[in-house]
């Protein structure tokens, strides 16, 4: 429910207010409409993921929900690494930019553990 609520907030922020999210989180402008349209594009698939948490928050026990949590950590790892680069390799900053690193890193360990626990393995038994 967590996940659900973060990303379809931050989805429905860049669906109607991409400019400022892109200024809290790296500091930057969106100077193009081709990057305001990405970053649309971005709050739609936030959206999306959010809605999929959603309407799986009550499905621990099966494949879906266990793929589910996969996809978000590979996510989570990858959000993390773009966005460590932004601020250390192409020196963007915005307030929310470190908050959000955290954010993902603890959200990325969250998933391996819930990998790992005996609420995602598989109904044959098996992880």
């Keep these: 429910m967590v996940t659900a609520a973060?990303?379809?907030?931050?989805?429905?922020?860049l669906l109607g207010l991409p400019m400022l999210v892109a200024s809290l989180l790296l500091g930057a402008s969106l100077d193009t409409p081709?990057?305001?349209?990405?970053?649309?594009v971005t709050g739609t698939a936030l959206l999306s993921l959010g809605v999929a948490c959603w309407l799986a928050r009550h499905d621990e026990q099966s494949r879906a929900a266990r793929g589910l949590v996969a996809a978000l950590l590979l996510y989570n790892a990858a959000v993390t690494a773009v966005l460590v680069h932004a601020g250390t390799g192409l020196g963007l900053f915005g307030a929310g930019l470190w908050p959000a690193v955290v954010?993902?890193?603890a959200m990325a360990a969250w998933c391996i553990a819930c990998l790992?626990?005996?609420n995602l393995i598989r109904q044959d038994g098996h992880p």
Excluded: M, N, Q, W
């Design 34 to 40: 081709a990057a305001v349209a990405v970053a649309r």
């Design 103 to 105: 954010l993902h890193v």
């Design 6 to 13: 973060a990303e379809s907030t931050t989805g429905l922020a």
């Design 116 to 118: 790992r626990s005996k």
